[in-house]
């Protein structure tokens, strides 16, 4: 929990991940096989690999659960060392057997596995020899020696002295033997100062060898000498030193851990000192710090006895049940348990009456500097060691202990300390070290580490320190008897779900959450501990939204926690830096405002005011904000019990609601990045207090609101594009509040005066040349309400068409363009629908055909610049306006839809539909299905309405997904089939099929193919489909956009046989149509793509007979004289492909020499030899050779 990791940034994880829930080990036989197969394979590198990798896979199932491979261990060990053992096995396969036993070792962990490896007399000499075959710098054998030392480490325990197996018989080279014991002594040496993971192995080999009773008296001595004479003359600022002084530290960590005091307690000073000596502290390695704090805390134990201190705390009830029973006791009897496992104070003072070392002062201090390192790690590592350390001192001693502890929670000192000091406490609780009479110092300490944000820059940090104190929140609930703890329950249980619900971070949730639920089950004196349990779970709060918002309000109806919550957001979250989370806190605060409305009103809102114009951006933004959502709150909740607004808020308060706009005005604060947060925040206070019915009508405040939100919509050219959206937004939803509130009078009706200026003023910035003033006065326009557009109707449609029509000024204006379409539709739907009716105050008959064909031209912007398809955005906004003003239209007067206007809509949907973006073709679907299955009534005059609801079926409405080109392509293509809709799908397909992306280039072709296939034998479909294809292909000559994708269309089509019921026929109209657009298209083109792709159409129609096929070859042999080579060469390669294909079409007597020229020619070269070779094609075809145009003399 407290080593968890933070979520930084805005977007949280996936809360869910995929756990290992397996129940046995299912490979045995898989892993036997593979094993047993060793010895075939070793001498084939691919087969060898093939073999780890999939032994890898099979023990990596298992990293989440390895115990369930215990039972599988001894048989998987046992065939590996057969291996090792054989001496017939070469070099690569015991290599190989190590590696898997490696492999295991990984997964299981070495301690486990260790055990089983043999470790009788018999097997040291073997092993110790095979010490002698090994590399310690062969980099690919490694795992080899790390599982050697990890077996001799096993079998130097055998218990015999080891000079017994010595004895004096000479070598080969007539000296004498070298020791036993040295040589595995020479082995530890050798391997600890290695770069890899034998190095590990070797410091276990120490802490199990040095401490053997024979070597210890003998070598033992002899070997700190040289670690510490290592340790002296390496320096950790070299990578060689650094290494040295990891396998030192290593050793003599192990050694003192493993090592009997008695034996070690001597040395301890010296080592001690040197360890000072190295000022490992101030290493930028972190292994090594942490392994100097790990060291330090073994020495420090070394130095104390090896006792349970008899003062520590001791709860009586360990088990669930047993707490639960304890805690149904009367409170008499709960004292009476508690005495009796109390200690008496005279027996613990016999039994502390001892000397502690002068050196345990230094250890302890190097612990506490250790808790406040920048890594965790290490880290973690002193707060354990303080925990055990203390367990061993006295009472008086181990008090102070905890009081230098508690220095490190001043606000003087960084996260680290804080988020040590945490585990330390914890720690320290878990153990019982941590006296009753300490915890009213300690809890005021852990709240304020579960609230720990400190700001750094542009962020902050604190996380860990959060999720630190719930870790101890969770230990304290284990630790400590229900009765000690219950003074402070309730600012622990407040403070606890305060960080469940409302952190930054998803793992602080969750980990306050856990320890919630701990001490609630622990503890049993929660206030409504089972009943926020279950709202407030491990799941719940992984969504954060749904904690400020939905959570926050069923906690916060237990009157034990409304006011700590509601204090906690603020003071500590509507100032947070985090915008997001200032947003949430004061929609928290709106949400809340019912549990507590007068707290809301007579302390929450007067202390937000001075802060809504105070010096603090962060602090002003959510004040701001809150004071909008609070009053908003306030106002509903008055007008559910019939009641003022004025009833709740004060009229000092509604006096510094209305100075928040003027203060920050004067101080022109609206200025700047600043004024970035500032404008949306105020315009979002307008809002709100607009819909409260704030009593300021006729206020001079409404004019000064008036003139930001112009303002506002005026500056959007000059603040940063990633605020821009969310302050014009926020200055269209304060607009639109503040007329329906303030400018109409009791007869509903506007001023003419105030209603010409304002509608004036909106029309004439829509031809400004900014483009984003277009668009923030087009979507005003759009949000006045009914009184302010009535008789104005016409002037504004007009603004508005002039806003989306393109001209060589504006054709780049995508975005103005697409407000001004949603402008449109929210007009319309303002002053409703009257057939009848004047063109200035309805939609009628006389303007519905100027504001469809608006929005019907609209669907066909392409326009592209440095940012893409931003035309795109203008086609979503014509559908959702188009999908809006039709169905406005079918409630209200469907006789007003055309039988025309409604083909073309549904005909441009259909076309939007088939296109190659999922994103627009998603919605282009979404729309068109919506129109297809309206009811309330039907939209009247769609074409073929029975075919397409046979095709989309009303069930599959919601379940077919557009943005999956293997769902929509199969069912959009069968609308070629439908003559209304023919042209526009294919249209549509065209820059599919002929697209880029792959997904979409390969399911659009193959839905085209499947419908070519099936009107194959059926010629009318076939003419009538190409007859459509020829007049898409007419229709967009020149226009790359499609005229290119459909070569490369064209292409698949011909080289799929889409068209061999032509090829039959000499001379076929389709054929001569299309080599003539062919030809239009490509005439005096420079572009290479387009070049490229009519050479694959040119070669494709090569299969169609009579004198079409002489023009085509005409046309290529053309392109063989291209003067781009890259053409030159790309028709020469392609001819070559297509004569191999359609063998038939060329004599036989000169195949092979048109073959070989077209291979063999060098097309890169000079025009002048190019054309020579091309015109002896010419004349073995017996085509017309192409004549150089000659340019005439000006």
């Known amino acids: 929990m407290a080593l968890s990791g933070a979520d930084g940034d805005n977007r949280e994880p996936d809360v869910i991940a995929q756990g290992s829930a397996l129940e046995c080990f299912t490979e045995g036989p898989e892993t036997s096989g593979l094993i047993r197969n060793l010895r075939g394979i070793c001498g084939d590198l691919v087969a060898r690999e093939a073999a780890v990798e999939k032994f890898v896979v099979i023990m990596d199932k298992y990293q989440e659960q390895p115990h369930l491979l215990d039972p599988h261990l001894e048989w998987m060990m046992k065939l590996l060392l057969d291996i090792v053992r054989d001496k017939e096995s ?135 000498d040289w670690t510490l004479s290592m340790l002296s003359k390496s320096s950790f600022q070299t990578m060689e030193g650094t290494i040295v002084m990891d396998g030192m530290l290593q ?142 001192l006295p009472k008086e001693l181990a008090d102070d202990v905890v009081g230098s ?54 962020c902050s940090v604190g996380s860990n320190v959060r999720d630190a104190a719930c870790y101890v929140s969770w230990a304290f609930a284990r630790a400590y008897d229900p009765l000690e703890l219950k003074p402070f329950i309730n600012q622990i249980s407040s403070a606890l779900v305060i960080a469940a619900v409302f952190d930054r971070d998803v793992n602080c949730r969750r ?58 957001l603020v003071n500590m979250k509507i100032n947070h830096w985090d915008g997001v989370i200032r947003e949430l806190s004061t929609k928290a605060l709106h949400n809340l405002t019912p549990q507590a409305p007068e707290y809301m009103a007579q302390v929450v809102l007067p202390k937000l005011l001075p802060l809504a114009v105070g010096n603090d951006l962060h602090s002003r933004h959510g004040a701001i904000l809150a004071c909008a959502e609070i009053t908003h709150a306030l106002y509903k909740l008055a007008a559910e019990n019939n009641r003022l607004i004025t009833d709740y808020i004060s009229e000092k308060s509604l006096e510094g609601l209305k100075r928040i706009h003027q203060e920050l005005s004067s101080r022109q604060l609206y200025r700047g990045l600043g004024g970035e947060l500032m404008r949306p925040a105020v315009c979002a206070l307008i809002e709100k207090l607009s819909l409260s019915k704030m ?88 949000a006045l309400p009914r009184f302010l557009l009535k008789g104005k109707l016409q002037q504004i449609l007009d603004g508005l068409k002039k806003v989306t029509s393109i001209s060589p000024k504006n054709v780049h204006f995508a975005e103005s363009r697409r407000d001004a379409l949603k402008a449109i539709a929210k007009v319309c739907q303002t002053v409703g629908v009257k057939g009848e009716g004047s063109q200035d105050e309805f939609v009628c008959k006389d303007n519905i055909v100027q504001i469809y064909t608006t929005l019907l031209h609209r669907m066909t912007d392409y326009t592209t610049d440095s940012r893409g398809d931003v035309g795109a955005w203008v086609r979503e906004a014509a559908m959702t306006s188009l999908m809006e003003v039709t169905l406005l239209l079918v409630r209200n007067d469907p006789t007003l839809i055309s039988a025309n206007t409604c083909q073309q809509i549904m005909c441009c949907l259909a076309q939007q539909s088939a296109e190659k973006i999922d994103r627009f073709r998603a919605h282009a679907g979404s729309v068109f299905l919506n129109l297809l299955h309206f009811d309330s ?33 199969p069912r959009i293509t069968q609308l070629l089939g439908l003559p209304a809709y023919q042209y526009y799908v294919l249209l549509g397909l065209t820059v599919s099929v002929g697209g880029l992306t792959e997904s979409t280039v390969r399911y659009s072709a193959q839905s085209l193919f499947d419908y070519m296939k099936k009107i194959q034998n059926d010629l009318g479909a076939m003419n009538s489909f190409c007859e459509t ?91 063989l004289c291209h003067p781009f080579p890259i053409i030159r060469k790309t028709t020469a390669s392609q001819l070559y492909e297509m004569l191999i294909t359609f063998s038939d079409i060329v004599d036989p007597n000169i195949m092979d020499e048109v073959m070989t020229i077209l291979s063999d020619t060098n097309w890169d070269a000079e025009l002048l030899l190019v054309r020579e070779k091309r015109n002896y094609l010419c004349d073995l075809m017996k085509v017309p050779k192409p004549q150089p145009v000659t340019k005439n003399a000006a």
């Open 90 to 224: 070469p070099p690569p396969l015991v290599h190989l057997a190590f590696k898997f036993l490696y492999i295991i070792t990984k997964v299981r962990g070495y301690k486990t596995f260790l055990r089983l490896f043999p470790h009788e007399v018999v097997d040291l000499q073997p092993v110790l020899d095979m010490f002698a075959d090994q590399n310690p710098k062969d980099y690919e054998t490694w795992e080899t020696r790390y599982i050697l030392v990890l077996w001799i480490s096993m079998i130097c325990l055998i218990p015999f002295d080891l000079a017994l197996f010595d004895g004096n018989i000479p070598s080969e080279d007539g000296l004498a033997r070298i020791p036993v014991m040295d040589r595995i002594l020479k082995v530890a040496k050798c391997y600890l100062v290695v770069s890899d993971k034998a190095r590990d192995a070797a410091a276990v080999l120490v802490s199990k060898f040095i401490t053997r009773p024979d070597v210890k008296q003998k070598r033992m001595a002899d070997f700190l």
């Open 251 to 392: 050793a003599l960590a192990q050694l003192f851990k493993h090592g009997k005091r008695e034996d070690c307690l001597p040395y301890a000073s010296t080592v001690l000192e040197c360890l000072d000596n190295c000022k490992l502290s101030e290493s930028n390695q972190t292994l090594l710090r942490k392994l100097g704090v790990k060291l330090v805390q073994r020495l420090g134990l070394t130095f104390l006895k090896p006792k349970v201190a008899k003062w520590r705390y001791q709860r009586g009830c360990r088990s669930l049940a047993a707490n639960l029973q304890f805690s149904a006791q009367p409170p008499a009897t709960r004292k009476q348990v508690t005495a009796a496992g109390a200690i008496d104070d005279d027996d613990e003072e016999e039994e502390e009456e001892y000397d502690i070392p002068g050196e345990v002062e230094n250890v302890v201090e190097q612990l506490l500097v250790g808790l406040k390192d920048k890594d965790t790690i290490v880290r973690w590592s002193a707060a354990k060691g303080i925990g055990r350390l203390t367990g061993r």
């Open 405 to 458: 502890l508690l220095d490190c929670f001043s606000y003087q000192e960084t996260d680290n300390s804080w988020h040590g000091g945490c585990l330390a406490l914890a720690e320290l609780g878990r153990r019982g070290l941590l006296l009753p009479s300490r915890i009213s110092d300690v809890i005021p300490v852990i709240l304020k580490a579960l609230t720990y944000d400190e700001k750094r820059g542009a």
């Open 511 to 568: 980990a306050a959450s856990a320890a919630f639920q701990e001490n609630v089950g622990r503890q049993g004196t929660f206030p409504h501990g089972i009943d926020i349990l279950t709202a407030a779970d491990y799941f719940a709060v992984g969504n954060r939204v749904n904690c400020f918002l939905t959570v926050s309000v069923y906690v916060a109806g237990f009157p034990e926690y409304t006011q700590p919550m509601i204090d906690h």
């Open 695 to 782: 009593p300021f009508r006729e206020d001079p405040i409404i004019g000064d609101w008036q003139w930001l939100i112009n303002d506002s919509l005026r500056s959007l050219s000059h603040v940063s594009s990633t605020t821009r959206q969310q302050i014009k937004e926020a200055a269209v939803s304060a607009l639109a509040a503040l007329c329906n509130e303030y400018y109409v009078s009791e007869q509903g009706e506007a001023s003419p005066a105030l209603q010409d200026e304002l509608v004036k003023q909106y029309i004439s910035e829509l031809q400004n040349t900014e483009e984003m003033i277009c668009c923030g006065f087009s979507l005003a326009l759009g």
């Open 937 to 969: 009534p039907s939209v009247p005059h769609i074409p073929h309405r029975e075919e397409l609801e046979r095709i989309f079926p009303r069930s599959e409405t919601i379940t077919l997904n557009w943005n999956a080109p293997s769902q929509a392509f």
């Open 1029 to 1119: 294809l020829l007049k898409v292909f007419e229709d967009n000559l020149l226009n790359d956009r499609v005229s290119v994708p459909l070569l490369k269309m064209l292409d698949q089509m011909l080289a799929n046989g889409c068209f061999d019921i032509f090829t039959t026929e000499e001379d076929h109209p389709f054929s001569m149509k299309l080599l003539m657009l062919c030809k239009e298209e490509i005439k005096k083109s420079k572009d290479i793509q387009k070049l490229r792709s009519s050479i694959a159409v040119f070669c494709g129609m090569i299969q169609f007979q009579g004198d079409i096929r002489k023009k085509v070859f005409f046309q290529l042999f053309l392109l």
